[in-house]
C-alpha cells in the first residue's frame, strides 16, 4: 500500500511538472507583453528593467504553478473516478491502455460494446467483427471529438483501448492537452473498464 502511494504521489509530481512547463509556454508571451509595458511605462534603465524582470517572473512562475496544479489534480480526479492509472503522459496526445470489465463475466464483450455505444458522446461507431470497435468521442460539451479504437482478446479478457487526440481541442484547464486521457477515463467510466496494471505491447 506505501509503495502504490508512494508512486502515485511521484505520478503526480511529474504529470504537475509537465503541466507546470505546458501552461509557463502558453503564459510567456503574455509575461513578456507586460514586462515591456511596465518598462515603457517607468522608462528603460537599469534598476527599472531588474525590478520589472524579478517581478514578471514570479507573478509567471506563481500563476502558471496554480493553473498546472488545477490541471493535474483535475486529471488525478479523473483518473480516480474512472479506475484507470494517473500516467506520467496524460498529457500526450495518445494514450493506449490496456483495460478489463469489472465484473469479468459471460458476454462481457458484448456489454462492453452496448454500453459505449449507447453513450451521447460516442459517434460515427464501426465495427470490425467482434474484435475490433472504431469510433469518435467527443469528450467536451462542444463538437469537437478524439479518435478511439478497442481491441478485443476474448482469451486474456482484456480490451485494448487506443485514443488519439485532434488539434484545437481545449484540452484539461484549457492547458490544449489533455484531452485524450480525459476521453479514457469517460470511456472506462461508461463501459466498466478499469487498468490491468499492464503496460500494452
Known amino acids: 500500500m506505501k509503495a502504490n502511494r508512494r508512486t502515485t504521489r511521484e505520478t503526480l509530481t511529474r504529470l504537475l511538472v509537465a503541466c507546470w512547463g505546458t501552461v509557463a509556454g502558453r503564459c510567456l508571451p ?85 454500453e459505449l455505444t449507447s453513450s451521447q458522446r460516442v459517434f460515427l461507431v464501426a465495427e470490425k467483427g467482434d474484435e475490433e470497435i472504431h469510433f469518435r468521442w467527443r469528450p467536451g460539451r462542444g463538437d469537437r471529438s478524439v479518435w478511439g479504437s478497442m481491441a478485443f482478446d476474448a482469451t486474456a479478457g482484456t480490451v485494448l483501448l487506443d485514443v488519439r487526440e485532434q488539434e484545437g481541442l481545449p484540452g484539461v ?22 487498468s490491468t496494471g499492464t503496460a500494452p505491447a
Do not use: H, N, Y
Open 173 to 194: 484547464a484549457g492547458l490544449g492537452k489533455g484531452s485524450a486521457f480525459a476521453a479514457a477515463c469517460q470511456i472506462a467510466r461508461v463501459t466498466g473498464l478499469e
Open 30 to 114: 503574455l509575461a513578456l507583453t507586460t514586462l515591456l509595458i511596465g518598462l515603457v511605462d517607468d522608462g528603460i534603465s537599469w534598476p527599472a528593467l531588474a525590478q520589472e524582470i524579478a517581478g514578471t517572473v514570479l507573478v509567471w512562475a506563481v500563476v502558471s504553478f496554480v493553473f498546472a496544479a488545477v490541471a493535474a489534480l483535475l486529471l488525478r480526479r479523473r483518473a480516480r473516478t474512472s479506475g484507470l492509472s494517473l500516467r506520467d503522459d496524460a498529457l500526450g496526445e495518445r494514450q493506449r491502455l490496456l483495460l478489463r470489465p469489472m465484473p469479468l463475466a459471460d458476454g462481457w464483450r458484448e456489454r462492453v460494446r452496448a
